[in-house]
């Protein structure tokens, strides 16, 4: 009688199990390397006070006007130095008067600060000279969890780390057998063949709660990133997009026979949806035209569902039509690997 130990599918998901271990890369990249990356932009885009624009004026009066307001830095300066400082970027915008009697700017439009600096230098002097505002207005502060750029993140940097390595996980392992001819001498063994490909969905299995929990746990814990949404349906999106990228790079490997073709392919793949599917930024700065097809992308659909659900607290109901396009990419990768895999 055979021990359950002994079982193939067992040694076979053991094997790829130390085939990981092994590789110190593979450690960094799925495990350190969402961290540092988290770290990094977490704290470069993180909520800060508003900034302080330099600004300079030509005349005392304009300067003791622009003073006025709290979010300008005013020097007084000569004109010919002042035209040379916004030249040269050491300050946003000039102020100098007109022979007229009006208020000359110089600045940047196509630079935000002079922008920004333009309408606040105006307000300031336009308030100086007895204007007042038709509405009185007041500010209401909000900055809660949720509406942050970490907050944005989080959730992307777990659907780029489930693509990358389920795909380079898939690919490059079948494909490194193939070479060294390791696929030809297993599958010469009474194994069953599906068990060689279901060793590999296994492990994602068990990997997967390490890939996704490192990455959102030090969000939750280092930036309070909240997950409003149900734990079963984070879990079962998180699990339907593993299983989707997998299907993908077992076609990406179907019949390649070197590490370069594959690398290659992968990065194709992947390089793309990096840029179009809102890992860093909304893919809603692309145009109206090329939506349908971000949309239509595996990572664009894990990383909305994921978004969905931690930060407006979306369920299976809400997630389902990014539920729909990871389940037909799933289908549709699986069914042509199947068709195409070579063993040899």
């Known amino acids: ?194 068990y060689y490909l279901l060793s590999f969905l296994l492990w994602r299995m068990i990997l997967l709660p390490v890939e996704v929990g490192v990455p959102l746990g030090f969000g939750v814990w280092v930036f309070g990133v909240p997950v409003r949404g149900s734990f079963a349906a984070l879990v079962g999106t998180c699990v339907l997009a593993s299983l989707a990228f997998s299907a993908g790079g077992l076609l990406l490997a179907s019949r390649v026979r070197t590490i370069e073709a594959v690398s290659g392919l992968m990065n194709i793949t992947m390089v793309p949806m990096w840029i179009l599917s809102g890992v860093f930024f909304s893919s809603q700065r692309f145009p109206d035209l090329v939506q349908p097809l971000i949309k239509a992308l595996p990572l664009t659909a894990v990383i909305d569902a994921l978004r969905a659900n931690m930060l407006q607290g979306a369920g299976f109901a809400q997630m389902a039509p990014q539920a729909g396009v990871l389940g037909a990419w799933l289908v549709f990768c699986f069914g042509l690997a199947l068709r195409l895999f070579r063993w040899r």
Not at 12 to 21: K, S
Not at 25 to 31: C, M
Not at 77 to 105: C, H, M, N
Not at 106 to 120: H, I, K, S, V, W
């Open 1 to 194: 009688m055979t021990r359950i130990s002994d079982h193939a599918l067992l040694q076979l998901t053991l094997m790829r199990m130390r085939e990981f271990i092994r590789e110190p890369e593979a450690l960094f990249w799925a495990l350190l390397f969402p961290i540092a990356l988290a770290a990094g932009l977490g704290i470069a885009f993180r909520n800060r006070p508003p900034e302080i624009l330099k600004v300079a004026a030509v005349t005392p009066g304009i300067a003791e006007a622009l003073r006025q307001e709290r979010l300008l830095d005013v020097t007084q300066l000569p004109p010919e130095l002042a035209e040379q400082f916004v030249r040269t970027g050491k300050v946003a915008l000039v102020a100098e008067p007109a022979p007229d009697g009006s208020v000359v700017y110089r600045y940047d439009d196509t630079n935000p600060e002079g922008r920004q600096a333009r309408m606040l230098a105006d307000q300031a002097i336009q308030r100086a000279s007895g204007r007042k505002d038709a509405v009185a207005g007041s500010d209401r502060i909000m900055r809660e969890p949720g509406s942050r750029y970490i907050d944005f993140l989080i959730p992307g940097l777990i659907g780029m780390g489930i693509m990358g390595n389920s795909i380079w996980g898939l690919g490059f392992s079948i494909v490194d057998a193939r070479r060294k001819k390791l696929m030809k001498r297993i599958v010469a063994t009474p194994m069953p063949r599906p």
